[in-house]
């Protein structure tokens, strides 16, 4: 009789965890590893140690000049990212001609974003000097009459830096858009112009339904951009009048570094994670293909 044998299990190789690869591999990472750990994940695991006292939170909330930080922040928020985004739609569809001459203004417009902030940002603060400054002079030249205060007065000079941060951040938007813009087919285009559509009516069916995520996006970006911009308030007004501009970000600074209470500092920046926070995800989310 004939015996059939049982197939006998073949008991797959092992592989091999480390490796020669493996050991390179890990040789390459350990540096940017090291230098993460010691640069980002430690200064911010101390700083939130810091600002965990509830003796930093008690004394920030009873600092008046906090509150006004916190209403300063949301007005430059609210004014600043949706004024310049406005703007930069506007701006990209008039870059998106194809004119020749386009081109060389587009390379200028670029410029007040591609400078650096310090020089521009001075230079800004130069010409709205209240006294011998290039606005109030020009004012007084030509029409023989005295400029307001411009970075005396707390209006004023709030409304000074919100300008300044439209100025200096507004060629990027636009240059985003603009690219947002460049990636429509104009065959849709050609067909709005066939069926007699205005330029109007090509901007709301054709532009804003390919520019709608591109848009709310870029909003959300600059909005955590903007929540930490501190160039633009501390180089124009240092947080001045008596202390009437400061927004979230220089606040923080002047506590740490001006009165020398690291952990106020720390808690102040810490009170805009709330807000914050949820920007991040919702633009993670977005990023990640889950818009609608």
Excluded at 55 to 66: G, N, Q
Excluded at 215 to 234: A, E, H, M, P, R
Aim: positive net charge; contains cysteine.
């Amino acid at each position: 009789m004939a015996v059939i044998a049982a197939p006998v299990a073949v008991q797959p190789a092992r592989r091999r965890i480390w490796t020669s690869e493996t050991a390179w591999g890990a040789a390459f990472v350990a540096p940017y590893l090291v230098l993460f750990a010691t640069l980002v994940v430690w200064p911010v695991a101390y700083g939130l140690w810091l600002g965990a006292s509830p003796s930093a939170f008690a004394t920030l909330f009873a600092d008046p000049i906090y509150l006004e930080s916190a209403w300063n922040t949301a007005v430059f928020l609210a004014l600043g990212i949706n004024i310049k985004l406005f703007l930069a739609l506007l701006l990209s569809g008039y870059l998106a001609q194809t004119r020749p001459w386009i081109r060389w203004l587009s390379v200028l417009f670029l410029l007040p974003w591609a400078v650096p902030s310090i020089p521009t940002i001075f230079s800004f603060r130069w010409m709205l000097n209240s006294e011998w400054g290039m606005l109030n002079g020009l004012l007084w030249e030509l029409f023989g009459i005295e400029g307001p205060w411009w970075l005396i007065d707390p209006t004023l000079a709030f409304g000074s830096v919100i300008f300044v941060h439209v100025w200096k951040y507004l060629p990027f938007w636009t240059l985003i858009l603009l690219a947002g813009r460049m990636a429509i087919p104009t065959d849709l285009y050609e067909a709005a112009t066939i069926d007699g559509a205005t330029p109007l009516q090509k901007f709301f069916y054709v532009t804003w339904p390919h520019l709608k995520n591109l848009y709310v996006t870029s909003t959300l970006l600059s909005t955590i951009w903007s929540l930490g911009d501190f160039n633009s308030v501390y180089l124009l007004t240092g947080g001045g009048p008596a202390e009437k501009t400061h927004v979230l970000a220089t606040l923080g600074i002047r506590y740490a570094f001006n009165l020398h209470q690291v952990d106020v500092g720390v808690a102040c920046v810490m009170t805009a994670l709330p807000f914050l926070v949820p920007l991040v995800a919702v633009l993670v989310r977005r990023l990640g293909g889950g818009a609608r």
